[in-house]
């Protein structure tokens, strides 16, 4: 139990996925000016993170095991086609929120999030339960990063800042900010 | 299947306009760089240039999918139809993905070992998927592999720039060989997970700069 406790909030905190392990950037800088769709972002994400965390383990478990060099396609098939299901699923029953999402939902194949958390499950050989742990700590994280980064840039689009840091550098220099002080939790992981 | 259907290359809708290979190559490297200018591709640009060896394998390990995915896509770039191209651009590039990454594990185990999960998240840049679309689906295979290295070595030379800063200043060594006087204590920061953005924050900032007084000084001629 303790384990998989660890296991949350390691990768919710300790290892940030984006701003510790620099996974899911792509997003964090193109989707982060408003935080309502940062953090619906966010919470897509955590869904399909799930969802993969499920699928990479059948894989790992009945077929990669026959031919590990199949690894980087398979996975990338699976997430394809994951994100193409809930993204009709979505569009079946939850209409409105499918409408909120528009074309940041079937983006998220791309996000090297998803692909990270099948690779590093299978570095770390996690068992299911301590997989979908280890997605819901990584979705949740994620969702953290985004809001804090778009809370962040929403206060940025007020402030009167010298016309060469009006575009990416100074979003880049805040978040290097947010990530110091993610490292701040670092030496929570040195005691294990 | 839309393969009955050949069109003439420069008849594709949304097809780049015509240039010199000199210039599909240029392109890359300069205008439209893709870590300065597109800023394409930042997760791996971000992760693994803590040291200069790692962000010259990791730029030519892109480069050389860039170039074959390139070829490959635009080679077939009739064949393939348009509902599952998204899905047959990723396989092609994973193909080349995996190809790389035993390559690099066969000639460099270190340096593959340091990449670790990187090297297989290179399907998951981009600007990969972004050129197959954008610029190989639509032209021939010259300017495709042109434009592809162009693209590849503009990556690398950033990553090159960004992973010299971050290594001279975080441990005041250049690939390894020390560089800086014994009495320089290096900056640690730089070495970890903030100093990447505020390495390329600072890189943005001064390109955002000279771009700046560059334009300034046309204006006042």
Redesign the interface.
Known sequence: MSNLAWIFVSTMIVNNFT????????S??GVTAKVETAWRLGLANTFVLLLTAFCAWILNSYILARAP?L???A???VI?SGVQVTEMAVKKYFPVLFRQLGIYLPLI????A???LA??QT?RRYTLLEGIVFALGAGLGLTLALSLMASIRERLELADVP???R???????V???L??AF?GFAGMGSGQ | MTATMPAPADLVPGAPPPATVLQDVWRGIGSENPVVVQMLGMCPTMAVTNLVANGIAMGLATTFVMVGSGLIVSLFRRRIANEVRITSYILIIATFVTLADMILAATFPVISKALGPFMPLIVANCLLLGRAEAFAAKVGVTRAVADGFGMGMGFTLSLTALSALRELLGRGTLLGVPVLSARYEPWVFMVLPPGGFFALGLLLLSVAWVAGRRKRKAHAR
């Open positions: 701003l510790v392990m620099f996974l899911g950037l792509c964090f800088f060099y690894r980087t396609v996975f990338i098939v394809a194949t791309t996000n090297c998803i692909l990270g690779l590093f570095s016309a060469v840091a575009r990416m550098g100074l979003v880049l220099i978040a290097s900010c990530s110091l490292m």
